[in-house]
């Protein structure tokens, strides 16, 4: 189990959260202490206000006196009604807030019960509650609810997930945002690209493409990333996702830092030379696109190669899953661009500078381009010529070792945390 401490000074927008989905009956009350309750046993969005009045008002100098905690069960966790109320009061006593009013809702708008609760961290003398070390003692609340409702360990879950294979999106499968957090939140940890569209690359292989969107807000510019997924064709597939959704490390500001420090590393980093020679080896050995791909593959190489409308190639990307490095074709060699690859797999009269020391290579190399040429056309979409199912599994089993899977991630109760952290952000006074 999971717990999510958040603080804020705004009362109305943690149960406006709450009681929406309470409206929308996807959430229910499950407990309250110390709230108000009308004569039918329903709760009102005032008298839940209300109930929290004499703390607030009593509030000495707390700046951020709103508590919104949610506890979060493994999705194979089955917990009754009862078992949520009771893990609830548990942890509020525990952890200091047990003669606090609060409010327990449970969530079922995901495929992960979970429950929610809000109250203050200020007591009735309006003095703020300790939070000395509380994510620490959190942490360890967390470990003994779980021996003491049987549940899932999420220690235990995250050594599990090195053992799973992960999976490309696919968008035919539904809970489409839950699949794409598995990658987009994790990903730009592991992998070193120096471009957006070098990042967009990566994405490609598990069927996401990241999309720029620029505008303007009070006068001021802006800019922003939105994910889509792709279809088998490569094409998008539904509408766009927030990157706010998917945490700070899919934003665009982020993105742009990591860039940037990615370069830095990159640049006297051995993992170039290693990959250039690599790639010319493989070079040395082939006569066409797809074995190319195919020996690549078997080097733990993949390529994405952008192809316009009319079929010529404009952009080649490498991605090295030994060193976790992107490269375009051009920051590798010359003789590894775009426009070399294009006349090679469009023309058929590619000069490999890889190969000018080997007059006998580069022979058999030009009669294989001769004889192999009608068999290397790109599709009428450009997409990537798919390999073959054992290969693909050996490279999505690479990525499995590194990426932990977020299915039933409540992708709201994220965006909604954001949005708090701007407001707050707005109201710094600036100097």
């Not at 149960?15 to 709230?35: G, M, P, R």
Request: aromatic letters at 10%.
């Amino acid at each position: 189990m999971i717990a999510k401490i958040g603080r804020g000074s705004s009362l109305y927008g943690a149960l406006a959260y709450n009681y929406q989905k309470l409206e929308k009956e996807s959430a229910q009350v499950l407990f309250t202490q110390k709230i108000i309750q009308s004569p039918d046993g329903s709760y009102s969005l005032e008298q839940l206000s209300r109930s929290f009045e004499l703390h607030l008002l009593a509030n000495r100098k707390t700046e951020k006196p709103i508590l919104h905690i949610s506890l979060n069960p493994d999705p194979k966790d089955n917990l009754s009604d009862t078992d949520f109320e009771s893990m609830a009061q548990d942890y509020m006593r525990q952890m200091g807030y047990g003669n606090q009013p609060f409010v327990v809702f449970k969530h079922t708008d995901i495929d992960r019960a979970h429950i929610h609760m809000v109250s203050v961290c200020v007591d009735e003398d309006g003095r703020k509650i300790s939070d000395k070390f509380e994510k620490r003692r959190s942490m360890a609340l967390c470990r003994e609810l779980e021996k003491q409702y049987g549940l899932i360990s999420a220690v235990d879950k995250q050594q599990e997930v090195h053992n799973l294979t992960f999976k490309p999106v696919d968008y035919k499968a539904g809970d489409i945002k839950s699949q794409m957090a598995s990658v987009l939140r994790y990903l730009p940890k592991y992998y070193q690209f120096q471009t957006f569209g070098g990042y967009n690359a990566v994405l490609s292989l598990f069927n996401i493409t990241a999309q720029e969107v620029k505008g303007e807000y009070n006068g001021i510019p802006k800019q922003g990333l939105v994910y889509f997924a792709l279809n088998e064709k490569g094409e998008k597939a539904g509408n766009p996702f927030k990157a706010s959704l998917f945490g700070k490390n899919a934003g665009y500001l982020q993105l742009q830092s990591q860039c940037d420090q990615n370069r830095i590393k990159l640049k006297d980093s051995s993992a170039k030379e290693s990959v250039k020679d690599r790639i010319e080896s493989v070079l040395q050995t082939v006569s066409n696109e797809l074995d190319f791909r195919k020996k690549l593959m078997e080097e733990r190489i993949n390529i994405v190669v952008r192809r316009n409308a009319e079929g010529r190639i404009y952009g080649i990307t490498f991605i090295d899953h030994k060193s976790r490095s992107v490269w375009n074709g051009s920051e590798l060699a010359k003789n590894l661009s775009a426009n070399v690859f294009n006349d090679w797999w469009n023309k058929g009269n590619k000069t490999d500078l890889a190969l000018k020391n080997n007059t006998k290579a580069k022979e058999t190399f030009r009669e294989g381009n001769q004889i192999n040429h009608v068999n290397s056309q790109p599709d009428s979409l450009g997409k990537e010529n798919a390999p073959s199912s054992e290969q693909e599994n050996n490279v999505f089993e690479t990525f499995g070792s590194l990426l932990p899977l977020a299915q039933g991630e409540d992708f709201q109760e994220t965006d909604f945390a954001n949005q708090l952290k701007r407001k707050a952000n707005r109201r710094k006074p600036k100097f």
